[in-house]
C-alpha cells in the first residue's frame, strides 16, 4: 500500500516537475482551481494525515478550524500553496509526501489515527491519500490534456468506492440499500476484481478505471461503460462518492460540456 501510494504520487510529481510558470496556472476541471492549486491541496492534505500520525493534538485544532469555516476551509489551504513560487510548491508537496510515507511505514501495527471523519489505520490514511492523489491527479492531467496510462493501483480507489456505498447514500439523506452488491470491474491488467456476494441481486460492472472516474466524480456516468442491474444499484451510480464531505456537483456529460464550450 505504502510503495503504491508512492509510486502514484511520483508518476504525478513527473507530470507537473517540468511545467512552465504559466502551465501552473492551467484552469481544471474543478471550478477556480489551477494546476497549482490541486497540487497545493495535496501538499495540505499531505501535512494534515502528517500530523494526524505523529501529532494528535495538533491535528485537532486543524479540526477546529475546519469546523469553523466549513465552506471554504480546503479552499483556502489551496489558495494559499498555490500563490507560492512553483519551485516552492513542488518542494513544499515533496517534502510532505516524504515525511508522511516515513510516518505511516513507522506506525505501530494496530495503530489508528484522527481523521477529519472516523479514526484511521496507517494502510487507511495511505490508502485515502492514494485515491486522492490520484484523482486530483486527473484534473491535472485533463487540463494539460495528459492522457495516463491506467496502473493496478486503481485497486485502492476502486476498494475505497465499493466501501463508501451506504456513505454515498447517507450524505444525501437516503436510507442505504439493505442488501450487499455485487460489483465486478476489470483491472487494467485484465485481472477481475469482484467484490460482494455472487448471486447479488443488484449488480455494478464496467472498466475498473471507468468505475473509478464514477465514485471520484471525475466524468459523468453518461460517458463511462459502468452498468447496473438493479433499481437501487442502478441509483447508487447516479450519486456514488469515494471522497468524505458533502455531495459533489460532479461533471457534466461530456456532450454538454462540448456543448457549453462552443457557446462560449
Do not use: N
Not at 497545493?40 to 479540526?63: I, M
Amino acid at each position: 500500500m505504502f510503495d503504491d501510494l508512492r509510486a502514484e504520487s511520483e508518476e504525478l510529481d513527473r507530470l507537473v516537475a517540468g511545467l512552465s510558470a504559466e502551465r501552473w496556472r492551467a484552469a481544471t476541471p474543478a471550478p477556480g482551481w489551477s494546476v497549482a492549486h490541486q497540487i497545493a491541496h495535496l501538499a495540505w492534505t499531505d501535512r494534515s494525515a502528517f500530523l494526524a500520525v505523529t501529532d494528535p493534538e495538533q491535528f485537532r485544532a486543524l479540526v477546529e478550524k475546519a469546523l469553523a469555516a466549513p465552506d471554504s476551509f480546503v479552499d483556502q489551504g489551496a489558495e494559499e500553496g498555490a500563490a507560492l513560487a512553483p519551485e516552492e510548491l513542488l518542494d513544499r508537496w515533496r517534502a510532505g509526501r516524504a515525511a508522511l510515507d516515513g510516518a505511516l511505514r513507522a506506525a505501530a501495527p494496530g495503530a489508528r489515527f484522527p481523521w477529519y471523519g472516523p479514526p484511521m489505520s496507517a494502510a487507511s490514511v495511505a490508502t485515502g491519500r492514494l485515491m486522492e492523489t490520484w484523482a486530483h491527479g486527473q484534473d491535472v492531467a485533463d487540463a494539460l490534456g495528459a492522457v495516463r496510462a491506467p496502473s493496478d493501483r486503481l485497486r485502492h480507489v476502486v476498494r475505497i468506492g465499493v466501501r463508501a456505498r451506504d456513505f454515498a447514500f447517507a450524505v444525501r439523506g437516503l436510507p442505504a440499500p439493505g442488501e450487499e452488491f455485487r460489483v465486478e470491474v476489470v483491472a487494467p491488467s485484465g485481472a477481475v476484481w469482484t467484490y460482494g456476494p455472487e448471486d447479488a441481486a443488484q449488480r455494478v460492472a464496467g472498466p475498473a478505471l471507468d468505475f473509478c472516474l464514477l465514485v471520484t466524480q471525475r466524468a459523468h456516468r453518461a460517458d463511462l461503460a459502468v452498468r447496473a442491474d438493479g433499481a437501487d444499484a442502478d441509483r447508487w451510480l447516479d450519486i456514488a462518492q469515494a471522497f468524505a464531505g458533502p455531495p459533489g456537483a460532479g461533471r457534466p456529460p461530456r456532450a454538454e460540456a462540448v456543448a457549453e464550450g462552443s457557446a462560449s
